[in-house]
Structure formats: structure tokens, C-alpha cells
């Protein structure tokens, strides 16, 4: 079948779960573009939902962990961006330099050969390595996205545009196309976050 072909039969076969994971996710990340907090109640259900849907229905492993992973840091994320500003005030928008985009990229690289190695041994994950660059390099950006970091948007439309060939190869052609439109959302994202970030400088010179 096409790949429209296959999104048609997978959109007719999915389940109320299935709409509730897909539909939260997205209220989440259209949220977190907007820079509202409420964004994180949405992850956390998203996310817990995700999990489930990996080990029993897609078989990645590893990115069933990251899910699990991301509802402990909705939780965080919602406290961080709350009151982890200066004086326990809304937290602002930041930004990482150069030398701490090499440590970023540097961990990442680091923790794909290593959950790669474990999630090959021990796991029955079915592609081991691209799975783990896309779970550490997903870690790393929610620290960063936690922290209002601007440029996390930028390694998640690189995370988000590797996931849809992951997906695709396991047939899961519609979380595929949620990734797609993940990558759209993430580089409005950015936009929309840069844009934030210039108007607080202006305001506070």
C-alpha cells in the first residue's frame, strides 16, 4: 500500500487510546511553542499513555523508557517553568553557547552507543541504535526545554525529523505523521521563542 493508503487504514483502525495519545501530544507541543505552562499537564498524560502504546503495540523499547522518562520531567517542567525564574517567578527564555552545544552533542553521541549496546543485548527493540540517538538526544532536550532553553527547539526538529522514518519503518505510519507535523511545530517553535527572547531583551535595556 502507498503511504496515504496506509495512513487511511491506520487512522480508521485507531482506537479512543490511541485518539486521546495523539491529540494530547499535540495540544503539548502547540502549547509549549506558545511558551504556556498548561502545556506540561498535557505531556504528562501524553506521555504515560505513549508508553504503554511502545511496549505493547510498536516494540521500541527504548522509546517506551524515554516516554516514561518525559512524564517525570512534565512534572518537573511544570514546576520549573512556574517558579524557577529569579525569585520563584515564571521562568524566562534562555539561551546555551557554543561550548555547551558541544557538551550537548558530545553526551548525546556518548549515550547512543551506550543505550545502543544495552538495548541490542538486552532488549528486543527493534532498531537499537536509532532508537537510542533519538531517546538521548530527546533527553537532552527536554533538560533544555525544562530550563526554557531556546535552542532545544532546534535539536528537537532534529529529533522530531528522525522519528518519522523510525516510526515508518515499524509501519506506524500515523505517529509518523504526527512526527511530521511535530518537526513543523518545533521550527515555529523556535521562531516563535526567538521572537520572545528579542522583545525580553529589548524590555529589560
Known amino acids: 500500500m502507498t503511504f496515504f493508503e496506509t495512513l487511511y487504514q491506520q487512522v480508521s483502525e ?9 491529540i494530547t501530544a499535540l495540544l503539548y507541543v502547540f502549547l509549549a511553542a506558545r511558551e504556556r505552562v498548561s502545556c506540561w499537564y498535557w505531556g504528562i498524560v501524553s506521555c504515560s499513555l505513549w508508553a504503554w ?11 517506551g523508557i524515554l516516554q516514561l522518562f518525559y512524564v517525570g520531567m512534565g512534572v518537573y517542567g511544570l514546576y520549573s ?8 517567578q515564571d521562568l524566562a527564555i534562555s539561551r546555551i553557547t557554543r561550548r555547551e552545544h558541544v557538551q550537548v552533542i558530545g553526551l548525546g553521541l556518548l549515550l547512543t552507543l551506550l543505550f545502543g549496546w544495552v538495548f541490542d543485548r538486552y532488549t528486543p ?4 541504535y536509532p532508537d537510542s540517538f533519538i531517546t538521548a538526544f530527546s ?7 525544562v530550563r526554557k532553553k531556546l535552542e532545544s527547539w532546534l535539536y528537537w526538529i532534529v529529533v522530531d525529523f528522525l522519528a518519522i522514518f523510525l516510526f515508518y519503518a515499524r509501519d506506524a505510519v500515523l505517529v509518523a505523521a504526527v512526527m511530521m507535523i511535530y518537526t513543523v511545530v518545533a521550527a515555529v517553535g523556535f521562531y516563535t521563542w526567538r521572537r520572545n527572547f528579542a522583545a525580553l531583551k529589548t524590555s529589560v535595556t
Open 14 to 22: 485507531q482506537t479512543a487510546l490511541d485518539w486521546v495519545i495523539t
Open 53 to 63: 502504546a511502545d511496549f505493547f503495540k510498536y516494540n521500541l523499547w527504548v522509546d
Open 81 to 88: 517553568w512556574k517558579y524557577g525564574g529569579t525569585g520563584k
Open 125 to 128: 527493540t527493534s532498531y537499537p
Open 139 to 145: 533527553v537532552l532536550a527536554t533538560f533544555m526545554t
